[in-house]
């Protein structure tokens, strides 16, 4: 007796089309939810590593604000200076001033001796003549004495290389001398020698000055707010500056009348793309010098965070209000004309408020 074989029977065509196809949908959907759970993940872990250089950057200024030294009370002329001004600089490296920031220059108590065991050394050999900078190792026998005291400055530079600009430190001690960084004037050539970038693709930098005056951080300077510009000595910014306690070249050498503000406010602004040449937005529309409102040719997606400010071609602006693809602006220093499609870049605010120990606030107008 003969067993007749089995007979195998497997998927049809078909079948294996239909199962190519449902796996294909599982596989696109898992996919984009795997592609959409990453998204997140680097968009939070890019805002965290934002938060915290901002956070570092913004401690060592408030460590340095709140060691600010305002001299002897009732000397003449002394090294302890406190100015905050505007400069322009060059910010996309084509040898024009097209940009303008803020810098925060002044003498504060040499809080590093501290923790720097070679900083307590300096000066301990006589005819030493030598300055420290902080940035790296020195050698304390080619020191001078430090006195306990050293200049700081903040500022905004292009970097070569780099497609926004950097906030950098510059730190001497002992100060004054030829070429301290509390001169009248500054060497804008030389702002990157012997300084530390404390964080990259900076939007904005701001300092605001309580006054004797002021009322309000949101007013007008003239009008109970705070100032925007500031000298200790009111001797080395002009009347027409903008500082509203200004007395001319008189007061330079005059330290009895010296003014120092109370409190003060920094505002930082940092691109959150970071990593990326490419700006998240481009303008739909011609912008004239005056225009208070910009259309862009796609809405911003940010970072679940409306942008405080937007950068322009160097310009920095504050944003009023988004709606869509249509932005207002409040324009700030050097408004000027933008060509449609140029880049906009959104950024966000870090405020930090620094109370001035021991400030003198000898006003006599």
């Known amino acids: ?35 959409g759970a990453t998204e997140i993940w680097t968009r939070g872990e890019r805002v965290r590593d934002m938060e915290e250089q901002a956070g570092a950057a913004l401690d060592l200024l408030t460590d340095d604000l709140r060691h600010v030294w305002c001299g002897v009370p009732g000397e003449g002329e002394q090294d302890s200076r406190f100015l905050c001004e505007f400069r322009e600089f060059d910010h996309d490296g084509d040898g024009l001033d ?75 001690t002992p100060p004054g001398g030829p070429d301290s960084l509390l001169a009248p004037e500054l060497h804008e050539e030389r702002l990157l020698d012997e300084s530390v970038r404390l964080v990259d693709r900076v939007l904005f930098f701001g300092v605001a000055c309580w006054t004797p005056d002021t009322r309000d951080w949101d007013a007008a300077p003239l009008e109970g707010g705070p100032s925007f510009v500031w000298d200790s000595t009111r001797g080395i910014l002009p009347p027409d500056s903008g500082f509203a306690y200004a007395e001319g070249p008189g007061s330079l050498l005059d330290g009895h009348d010296d003014l120092w503000p109370t409190v003060v406010r920094v505002t930082l602004v940092l691109d959150p793309y970071q990593g990326s040449a490419v700006a998240p937005g481009t303008l739909a529309d011609d912008v004239t010098a ?17 942008p405080s400010h937007v950068w322009v071609e160097g310009e920095w602006m504050d944003v009023v209000s988004v709606s869509g693809r249509d932005l207002v602006v409040r324009r700030r220093a050097l408004p000027r004309d933008h060509a449609a499609g140029a880049q906009v870049r959104t950024g966000f605010s870090f405020t930090r408020e620094v109370l001035l120990p021991s400030v003198r606030e000898n006003l006599d107008r």
């Not at 074989?5 to 190519?20: H, N, S």
């Not at 005056?290 to 997606?301: C, E, F, V």
């Open 290 to 306: 005056q225009a208070t409102a910009l259309r862009l040719r796609k809405a911003l997606s940010g970072d679940d965070r409306q």
């Open 1 to 35: 007796m003969t067993t007749r074989p089995t007979r195998v029977r497997g998927f049809t065509l078909i079948e294996v089309l239909a199962a190519t196809a449902l796996f294909a949908v599982l596989g696109t959907m898992l996919f984009q939810m795997m592609s």
């Open 98 to 172: 097209d940009a303008r920031t803020t810098t925060l220059r002044f003498t504060r108590l040499l809080h590093e001796s501290r923790s720097v065991p070679w900083l307590r050394h300096a000066g301990e050999r006589p005819a030493s003549d030598g300055v420290a900078t902080l940035t790296g190792e020195e050698d304390p026998a080619e020191l001078q004495p430090t006195g306990g005291l050293a200049e700081s400055l903040y500022t905004v530079v292009t970097v070569p290389g780099e497609p926004l600009p950097s906030l950098i430190r510059k730190v001497r």
